[in-house]
């Protein structure tokens, strides 16, 4: 009896530890770098997470601009330097010649800008939600939240509907081409939607610059403005993008940046620069500064170091972004002159004609100490002009499909590693939607 | 009153006295010798289970027992390695002689193992597979590093791959088929009831490679290691004992006559080689590539003392082990003290303490997917003009990163490890027993990474770098259970378990980088210009779980147990608080029920089934949660990660049967096929970027079958005092095959090379196939021809892999022990030949180009073959099988069979006892021996045992300029005291 009553107390005992386990488990110390969303719904949280938008912007930009600068041979993955080892920046670089689909879809390097680009979005867009019925929160933040949340928001549905496309460009693009009729096919999903190709991306975007506008500062609502004309621009509405650059950033202005730290830093560092040289700029930058030395002042380029360099010939890397922490120019007043130069010189728009087109080009060389150029202001002034004032801002493969100006054959040195050089130029003018999407978006193919 | 009840008991009193002073009774003495040998048997216990009385052997193997009612009585004479014998003795008046003969148990069936959280019983009754590695056995005359070392090929379905042949590197255990889907696919490791830390630790640098914590551990401490293979023996571990669980026991103190002690000191020096030599010449820099290994030194020493009483009983040692790997950088200085005691200060109460210290510092090199390792520098080397003027492939050595520059980084972890327990266990009535224990592991590590300023890396370039990474790792198990055995009926023996069982796991990091130092002589990282990046992290959980188990064993010839465990965890989802898992077993001895021949000595078949899970991850059931980031803005809000609330632990469900024989009395057998089922295996589902939803979204939908057979037979041929043969063989052979991913794309490694994919095996090689080359119309050369989809074309987990021993005895103390271990029907990616070929420093690779005339160096001397022709159409082929574009081309065929182990061994007690010796020197043993020492593979890189990114990561089979494993000779004297 005494054995039963005892193995019936331990029965009993261990049993009732068994609602204990469950408080044992759940009675944890709490994570120190996390937090739970509802937490966030606090007026004082609102700062913080403006700052999140910002930084995920600058994140993706950078990213964004060295992936789009590589498929547009503004940047080379020369095999010459010994620390040029990456797969998927050959793809890149080679526009992806004779690469399977599979392997196309599933490139890191587009994969790490596209899978950020969604959760900047989301970022942004949250933002909006969050403050919508957020009691409490001061008027200042709000707006400021209220900017934030649309001009990111509009810029990150920029980079979407105009980086990225669901094919390449036609079915053999052939070699060496690729035009308007490529750009035309650029595009991106949202919450998983069809392809919203660049021009159907504009009622998404400009809404939300609007909404940005109404609590902008002057500075801001021209910065908004250039961004207008230079996304009209790309998609060929001449009359709105001289409308918008005519009121858009002014010489003076500075630039629109995105920021960086060591912590957050420019990838540049880390693939076209002193963290790692992967890739290198187009040997072309090099003439540009043989041909006019002064060009050094904003196509700025380093010697690489030789034991970097498996050849006789030195090589030269981007000086744009020297170091972790530098800045990238995402939107300026030469671009804006630019842009006013090429819809005046040679689209017919405005009243100024060539002479006002020639003197907004040589206004901004002489920003930069560079002398004059006698014009005229024509197609080829103008992409190269474009060429070395935006150098490393992105823009370039909107250029070479504007001019129906892509380089046929792929760039590089040839006979370096396994280098495809001087090969034909693969079928790609835009970065491929990752599978990562296609995979999951019943609308992608 | 009184006077008359003194009386009566006065003639009470005078009655018994005379009773027991008349009644007769004897003694019984004899000796116990080994029944093949005739060697004396010292401490073996003779016991007469009806009077619950006995005695030890003494040094000449004999024993007595005074004062025996004559009678007849059941005795059990019974040592450690011996078959136990239980006779029927009749004692009459006077002095009884017995002399027994025991027999060897050369199959381990009275061996008594770890059948579940609080069972043990004999091999002979249990219902499960068990595997035990009798470590002391094997250290007693060989050196290992860690227990990955120890076990490999000692147990059928536990394969050990090493990530590479870096000394202190991270291993991984391929137990059975692994379980489900989830988690790192490794067993739960236990030593002396602590719940161990087994991660491995990766952080900055090294290409893949991490810090394995099973390297803290000193394998001469151990006594032995049992290993529960799967669910059906594991159920009652519950939550993550869904791949195994190995328990590890320490060295305790046996009494010694006369309370002396045993004193034991152990040296081991030793050498390691990289000699695969011949490997090296498929490459353009064959010399360079040789000139990084070093022959390297292993200095390791070892003391124990070791004793006790009646009440109480200890071991202690001290060791050191001072090993370098074979490349430069890579070096481990291990140092670790033990003290165990059991004390019995009533009979019905056992005190036992387990205290284990460690101190590791190891020295790991970069490598790997690394631009600053010896290996990327070496063998990624393009060609270059050499002094005559020709082009020379691989002359351009450490192109990355100069030879100085990476002999000049120095990465050190260093490791402070305590491991501590105390059980206590209170058995209050006769068959009952309490066991209460605690358990604690406790780590602090620290890591430093430096590159001193003025050396060129890529990354800080020459401004020098140093990163500190601390992390401290403490975990307690708290165990306490009650058991109450019982008979039933007569011959029917019942046995009651119930328990509980939590664990509780902190762990705190912290890094800090800083950039750009004045001077290498100052390395305070306060001292560095540039603040790089800092973080930590914490995380604090929790498991908890309460089991029972039900046993039955109906005279030794029918078993039968259940039980069940309800298990709660902190990482399950909010919907879905705890989970129960079931166990059910039974076995049977054929041999006391059916009319078997005579040589049919033991025969017993045996089923079980068991569930136990795997957990989610920790945030897996948070619905969102938000993390900061720091930017040049400031710090700001990002989503960190989406959850799913009803995220449950998988569960994996095994089935096995198994039988075990002995026959002949020298052949030892046993057979187990299992099968496993994950059900509710946790898939992350990718989201479409395009949801903003970054992570991958776990769900409870997926699910993978697994089975396999595993053998392990034993044969002595040979048993008499001078010459004893025993020859093993171990087998095991398993698949796998993805059931459901609840409609999720295939998973794959960082690679694309390894999936998890329904209708492929677990991590199978998933590329599109190479069919060779493709010709233009006139015979040239055109392309690759492969398929356009992807399949499977080969798995890094061997399927058929086991191990050949033999033990031979001969002139009575010199013994040889031989191990070969094969691995069958295994794959691995050779991605170093990927990129030797990228950076033209593959010479067959520039052969074939000039052959083809298609861009060749011009270095080979091979003359262009024409177009149409049967050498040019091979040479094409061949050529196609070398594009790097398609991984189906260096995803290789890597069956290997090693000459694991070889030791031969001589034990000098019968020269020390002739000399007289013996009673100052009561032992001395001399060994020579090694590890790896042949190769034989189908694979043509430079070692198959490789995977480039470490033990836990999605990739596996993957080598990619990986350290690979060396040659080790050593020399071992032992010494008792």
Redesign the interface.
Known sequence: M??LS??FL??IL??A??TA??D??????P???????EL?NDPE?IP?????????F??VYTRLTVASDLIAAQLVFDEVM??A?FPTYRELNDAFA??????VF?S?TVRGV??????Y???A??LLERIADLEGLDQATRDRATYVGNFYGAVARYF?GFYFAESACGANAGVGSGGPECLATLG??????AVITASAMMSEILPRLQAAKAVASPYQTRVINTLEARMHLFLGNYGEAFAAAQSGMEQGDDPFQS??????ANEFFFAAG???IQVIPNRRFEGYIADDPDEANRVKLRQA?D??V?DDEPRFQQDMYPVQ?S?MDFLTWQENELILAELEGIRGQGGGGQGSALSRVNNVRSSHGIGPVAGPVNADLILEERDKELFLQSVRMFDLLRFNAWHATIPGTV?A??SNAGNPIGPWRGLPI????R???PNIN | MLKKLLLPLFLLSLTAFFSVATAQTGSLTGSVIDRATGETLVGATVFITDLERGAPTNINGEYTIDNLPVGSYTIRVSFIGYRTLTETVAISAGENVYNVELRSDLTGLDEVVVTSIASRTSRAVSEVAVARVDAGRFTETASYQDLSQLVSGKVAGVNVQPAGGTVGAGIRFNVRSGGGIGGAGQPVIYVDGIRIDNSQLTGVGRGGQGTGTLADINMDEVESIDILKGPAAAALYGTSGSNGVVLITTKRGQAVAGGGLNVRVRSTQGWSDFVREDQLEQFGSTQAISDIFRTARLDHRNVSISGGSEYIRFYTSADQRLEEGTMNRNFMDRQNFRANFDAFPREDVTISISAGYSWNAVQLPDNDNNVIGYLGNTVLATPGVNDAGDVELGLNTFGFTAKESIDAIEDESKTTRFLGSAQFQYRPIENFELTASIGYDGASLRRDNSIPPGFFVTGPGTAGQRTIVNRNNQQYTYDFNARYSYDIIPGLAASTVVGTQMFDRTIDTQNFTKRTFATPLITNIGAGEDFIGGSEGFLNTREAGVFAEQSFNYENTYMFSFGGRQDFAAAIGGDAPNIFYPKVSAAVRLDNVANLPNWANFLKLRAAYGETGQLPGFNDGAARIWGATNSAYGTGGIISFVGNTGIKPERIKELEIGLEAELFEKLGLDLTYYIQRAEDSIIDFRQSPSTGITNLVPFNVGGINGNGFEAQLTYTPIENANTQLDLGITYAYQDTEVTDLGGAQPIFDGFSLNVIEVGERRSEFYVPVVNGARFNDDGTYAGVDAESERSGVGNPIPVHSGSFTANLRVLRNLSAYVQFDFAYDLYVYNNTKVFAILFRNYPRFEELREQLGIGGLGVSGFDELTPGTAEYNAAAEEYARLNTGFDDNFIERADWLKLRELSINYNFRDFLSRLGADSYITDLNVSVGGRNLLTSTKYSGIDPEVNFAGARSLSRGQDFLTMPPSRQLYFTVSLGF
């Open positions: 005494k054995k005892l193995l331990v029965t261990s049993f530890s068994f386990c469950e044992f488990v759940t009675d944890t110390e994570q120190i770098d996390v937090i739970e969303d966030l949280q913080f997470l403006i700052t999140g938008v910002e930084a995920r600058a994140f010994d620390l080892t004779g690469v399977a689909d599979q392997t599933s890191n596209y899978t950020p680009l969604g959760g979005r989301l970022l867009d949250n979407i991106g999903p949202i919450d998983e939607s920021l960086h730290s060591v912590q957050s002193d963290g790692r170091p034991r970097l498996n922490e800045p006979g590693g396994s990752p599978n990562d999407e995979n999951q978006n």
